[in-house]
Structures are given as structure tokens and as C-alpha cells.
């Protein structure tokens, strides 16, 4: 069993090419710190994220999973982040009905200048994750 | 089209809570197009079922299927194999079609995963409304083709009532009023005599009062 203070969540942000992705790069060249446990998967929209993609993860026993996208009225496809937080509002509740915790799923909006922003998100992500420890999927799927 | 919802995902928990292997079965037709029980469906709340009964510690072996159509034993063949390897069947199909795979497998628990609404249209991206009863005995041709039994609120044939404010109906302002939109659309078409008519009370013995209908068509029998 993983011991309180070794763990560290693993977290998936699934950034979008336009803002959120720019923004993580933009974190990386001015030498931003954050949890070096946070993965990004980087996708052509927010928009394009499926349900299935983030329940899939869940089930694989990921501990959180933010999705970021550019801020509300700058998405390039115009409104794909707009159908991305219905979408994340939908799997949170799901989430929540089945013992996973909604709040492991965050979205988040940003510009691709926000890299401080981005930075921020993720902290706190990763803590509120802390917080409520490992996916209780977890136990059952072996190592994640 | 037949227009359904998906039940909540703590009901379907409870209805599966006594198997352990489980078929779930999407529908290709009605339910596809109406985002509740097509391949897709199926597949979301398998994910959340899987997970559920993981975190519980009674996994959860399921097997998913979306056959053409459920209400026709032509296409319900194809769940054989595979519902003989499970405990029960899940279908995400319309009320007809739970019905017709719990005919064709009499030994086996089938259950609804999705709650049959109304016959109804799109009215645009994720948006449907009732337009239908069924009622056996079509009046739509004196109404202008718009159906107060379905869309008027107290299902009146001589309307408007005295209700009907700014288009809207009563009972729900939501709602456009059924006989508003009589009206407009026989104007439309030049038919408003139409409504200089009584109409008599309907005749409800077609409809589904005495129980389920029966329909044979001898012209088409073999
Ligand atoms: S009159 Fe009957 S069959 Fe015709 S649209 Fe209305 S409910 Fe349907
Ligand atoms: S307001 Fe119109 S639709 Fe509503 S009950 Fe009255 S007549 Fe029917």
C-alpha cells in the first residue's frame, strides 16, 4: 500500500493545441515549477476530447484529470471548450454517482499567455487530488 | 422517431446489482439518433458500471453489443453467442425493444437501462419534442396538421382555451399553444373554415385503452 507523504497523484491535463498547450510550453521555457507527476496530452481542441477518453483514464486508475482550453469566446473552433464543460460537468456528476469523485476532473480556461495561470491550475489540482488520495480504482487494477 | 432517456446511472447499478456477467445491448436505430442507447451509450455507461462495481469489489464482467435494431427478431439473432455467456441482458432499446429480446430469451433476465419517452422529432442538437400519441386514428388533416390531442395541453379538439397568452400555452408558458399554432398554420393554407366545424368527441377506441393493439395486414402475409 502507498503510504501517506510518498504518494504522489498522478494527474493527466489534456491541453488543447491553441491556448492551454501554448501556455504549458510557455510555463516550460520560462522554467515554471510544477508537479513533475502531471502528464499532458496534447489535443486539437477541448472540443475533441470524448467522454470516453476521460472515463477510460479513470478506469486505468489515473487520479485526476484536468482539461484545459482557451478561455471562454477564444476557442478556435469557437465553441469547442463551451461543449468540453458540459461534457466535464456531465462526467463529474458520473463520477460523483459511482464513488469515483467528481472532483477529480477540473476544467480549466485559459489564454496561451497564461502560463502562470496554468502553473497555478495544476497546483491546485494535484493538491485537491492529494487531498482525497489515490483512485479508489486503484486497489483493483494493479499497478497504474 | 421513438424518442427515450438514459435512467440514472445509480438506477442501472441497482438493476444489475444481483449478476455479476453482464450483455449490454445498444439499439442502431431510434435510440442512436436520440443520444440514449446507441453504441456510444452503451459504451459511457459501461465505463461508469465497470468502475462502480470495481470500487464496490464485486467486478463486473460485461460484454457490449449494439445490433441494428432491437424490436425485430431478424437482428436479435446476433445476440445468441453472446447472451449465452451471461447472467443477464441489459438493453438500452426502447420499451418495444426490451420486450421483444425478453420474448426471444425466455430463461434469462432482460432489464430497461433507458426510460421510452414519446414518438417526437429534433428540434435541434440535443433538443426533442412530443409530437405523437399514437392514438390510432389520425386527425391530423383537420387541424392543419398539427395535433392537439398531443400538443394541447388538455388535448381539447375545439380549442382554444381560455388560457392560450401570447402564443404561449398555460399550463407550461414553455410550451407554444397547440391551437395558436392551429390557427396560423390554417390560415396559412387557407382552411380557416376548417375551424367553423365542431369537432365530435374522439373516438378512443383505436387507441390504447382496452390494452396493447394488434395489427394484421393480410395483403402482406405469407
Ligand atoms: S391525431 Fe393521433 S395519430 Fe394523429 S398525430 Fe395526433 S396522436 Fe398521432
Ligand atoms: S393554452 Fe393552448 S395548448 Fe395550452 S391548454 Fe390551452 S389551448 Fe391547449
Known amino acids: 500500500m502507498i503510504e501517506s507523504g510518498q504518494w504522489e497523484p498522478k494527474i493527466i491535463a489534456f491541453c488543447c493545441n491553441y491556448c492551454a498547450y501554448a501556455a504549458a510550453d510557455l510555463a516550460g521555457s520560462k522554467r515554471m515549477q510544477y508537479p513533475a507527476s502531471v502528464r499532458i496530452i496534447h489535443s486539437p481542441c477541448t472540443g475533441k476530447i470524448e467522454m470516453e477518453h476521460i472515463l477510460e483514464a479513470f478506469e486505468k486508475g489515473i487520479d485526476g ?19 468540453a464543460r458540459k461534457r466535464t460537468d456531465r462526467i463529474r456528476e458520473i463520477l460523483d454517482q459511482i464513488g469515483v469523485g467528481g472532483e477529480r476532473l477540473k476544467m480549466v480556461n485559459l489564454s496561451a499567455a497564461m502560463a502562470p495561470t496554468f502553473v497555478e491550475r495544476v497546483r491546485e489540482i494535484v493538491e485537491a487530488v492529494r487531498a482525497l488520495g489515490p483512485n479508489p480504482l486503484k486497489k483493483s487494477v494493479g499497478a497504474p | 422517431m421513438i424518442v427515450a432517456s438514459p435512467k440514472p446511472v445509480t438506477e442501472l447499478k441497482k438493476l444489475i446489482a444481483r449478476h455479476d456477467k453482464v450483455l449490454f445491448v445498444g439499439c442502431g436505430t431510434c435510440v442512436t439518433v436520440c443520444l440514449a442507447g446507441g453504441e456510444r451509450e452503451v459504451g459511457i455507461a459501461s465505463y461508469a458500471m465497470r468502475m462502480a462495481r470495481k470500487i464496490e469489489g464485486q467486478p463486473l464482467e460485461l460484454t457490449q453489443i449494439t445490433i441494428e435494431r432491437q424490436c425485430e427478431n431478424e437482428f436479435i439473432k446476433d445476440l445468441a453467442e453472446p447472451a ?34 414519446f414518438l417526437g422529432i429534433l428540434e435541434e442538437q440535443a433538443v426533442w419534442t412530443e409530437k405523437c400519441l399514437g392514438c ?19 388535448r381539447m379538439l375545439n380549442g382554444p382555451c381560455g388560457g392560450s397568452t401570447e402564443q404561449r400555452c398555460e399550463v407550461d408558458a414553455d410550451r407554444p399553444c397547440a391551437w395558436q399554432l392551429i390557427y396560423t398554420r390554417l390560415k396559412n393554407i387557407n382552411q380557416l373554415d376548417r375551424l367553423d366545424t365542431i ?12 390494452g396493447a393493439r394488434k395489427i394484421v395486414r393480410p395483403e402482406h402475409r405469407v
Request: proline letters at 7%.
Open chain 2, 199 to 210: 369537432v365530435p368527441p374522439k373516438d378512443w377506441r383505436p387507441s390504447w385503452h382496452a
Open chain 2, 136 to 154: 390510432g386514428d389520425c386527425m391530423l388533416a383537420e387541424f392543419g396538421g398539427i395535433c392537439p390531442v398531443t400538443r394541447c395541453a388538455k
Open chain 2, 84 to 117: 449465452s455467456k451471461t447472467d443477464a441482458i441489459v438493453s438500452f432499446g426502447c420499451g418495444a425493444g426490451v420486450q421483444a429480446i425478453a420474448e426471444r430469451f425466455p430463461h434469462k433476465p432482460v432489464y430497461a437501462a433507458l426510460n421510452t419517452q
Open chain 1, 65 to 83: 484529470i484536468l482539461v484545459a482550453g482557451c478561455l471562454e469566446g477564444g476557442c478556435h473552433f469557437l465553441e469547442g471548450n463551451l461543449r
